[in-house]
């Protein structure tokens, strides 16, 4: 795996960004920071695998300079991208096209560029969809279903999939109640079989509703550095819980911690990183995802 971190100013030619290596980048992942993303570990085993002769590279991308980073990468010749934080929601708004799950949330973390335009998809959704399957050997319909952190891109992403795939009841955490409120009245409106139920992190119900619920899932960004504590209190975790964490580094938060002290099931984010890999790749080429091979190249860093 290239372990380079590539930037915009790299950009300004192929000599410039291919210097020193043997195929030329045709993939990337866009971020700020981007350094720690462990995509190249799955996709680059992938394109070996295919016999596609191209590299997938980390492109470091300050705020606000999103569409600037995707024109170049257009103009190299790139086949498309990955976009993760902070850049989701403003590569909604630099794509020409974009998929209703996309428009749906409101943001975009694939793109694949199509006769001199950017389209978008955002795989997030339907990846979380098939880890939970793996992972529990459940569906999401007819779950009772906690997302904590909800006002976020991947938390968006996760709550509407749920109520697409037939959640009977989404409870949205999020610290302010202003985006998970908005987000509820949108998905209310498109799926009116299941029934939401909005909840600051610090209200004191969060408990009661917690062991209501089937599956919780942190979406949130807490969890990440090795000295966070969990997102929720340990009191809101029971036995009869499934736990996911859709952090996968590192691969054990306070959060899953918290949920194995009360005999829950959990998972981290491993497997949903997996499998929104797979979709954006079978975007790009499609029917060509090596499931299996993009596995045991993310175990190779995780």
Known sequence: MNADVFVLEDLVSRKMLDAGH??????????????????PAMHQPAL???????????????????????????????????????????????????DDEARLIGAVNTVKFVDGEVHGWNTDGLGFARAIREEFMVDLRGQRVMVIGAGGGAGQAVATQCARDGAERLVLVNRTLEKVETLAV?????????????VALNDPQLEGVARQCQILVNTSSVGLRADDGSPVDANCFASHHLVYDT???????????Q???????????????????VLAFDIWYPGRAPLEIMRQGLRSVS
């Open 247 to 257: 952090i996968y580094k590192p691969p054990l938060t306070s959060f899953l911690r």
């Open 186 to 198: 949108l998905l209310r409106r498109r799926f009116p079989a299941t029934k939401f139920h909005c």
């Open 259 to 277: 949920a194995l002290l009360q005999q829950a099931s959990v998972a981290n984010g491993f497997s949903m990183l997996l499998h929104q890999g």
């Open 48 to 98: 070996d695998a295919c016999g596609i002769d191209g590299r997938y590279i980390r492109l470091e991308v300050p705020v606000g300079r999103v569409a600037e980073a995707l024109l170049g990468l257009r103009e190299l010749g790139f086949v498309g991208a990955n976009i993760t934080v902070p850049h989701k929601f403003a590569a909604l708004d630099a794509c020409h096209q974009v």
């Open 22 to 39: 043997d195929k030329p980048a045709i993939l990337a992942v866009l971020g700020f920071p981007v350094g720690h993303s462990a995509s």
